[in-house]
């Protein structure tokens, strides 16, 4: 049927749904296996919300259908691109995906420890940053001992590596 009779309150409304977290075109989207769950336990989560949206007015079902369909379509997405990286299949004395870290800030002494892990499970305030972030960046390929420098907008900030190790959080 054509556009011209249909009445304007009738135009279906267009969801304004929060781009998943971003990952550069050409970049594998690696996950660890706890990753990989937590992309299907959301996946869950929104088909359950989808079998019952909750409200009885049918224009609101109708919006949350379709708000709840655009965010599956996202996530369907990065799913199917998911690769799972097997974290006993890394080399154990180098940093790559998956690996938790130590790191010594020089100066301060404090001692943090992070786990490179993929753009949708990255979570600073549980120690896991994305393999794609600048620091992660500086890390990769590097061992025990080594140390690096991260250059950000105002300071410069050096760190030691002190341990390297690989298990699912």
Do not use: C, W
């Amino acid at each position: 049927m054509s556009r011209g009779f249909v009445k304007e309150d009738d135009q279906e409304e267009i969801p304004l749904v929060t781009q998943r977290a971003h990952l550069p075109e050409g970049v594998p989207n690696f996950v660890t296996r706890a990753g990989m769950d937590q992309l299907l336990a959301e996946k869950q989560l929104l088909d359950n919300e989808k079998d019952n949206p909750g409200s009885t007015n049918e224009n609101d079902k109708r919006i949350a259908l379709n708000y709840i369909n655009a965010k599956l379509n996202l996530l369907n997405n990065r799913i199917a691109e998911a690769r799972v990286v097997n974290l006993n299949e890394q080399p154990q004395n180098e940093i790559r995906f998956g690996a938790s870290v130590t790191l010594k800030t020089e100066g301060s002494g404090t001692i943090q420890t992070f786990q490179l892990v993929g753009v949708d499970e990255a979570d600073i305030s549980k120690g896991k940053i994305s393999f794609i972030s600048p620091l992660a960046r500086l890390l990769i390929n590097k061992k025990t001992g080594d140390k690096v420098l991260l250059k950000q907008a105002m300071k410069e900030t050096g760190f030691e590596i002190m341990d390297i190790t690989y298990r699912e959080v």
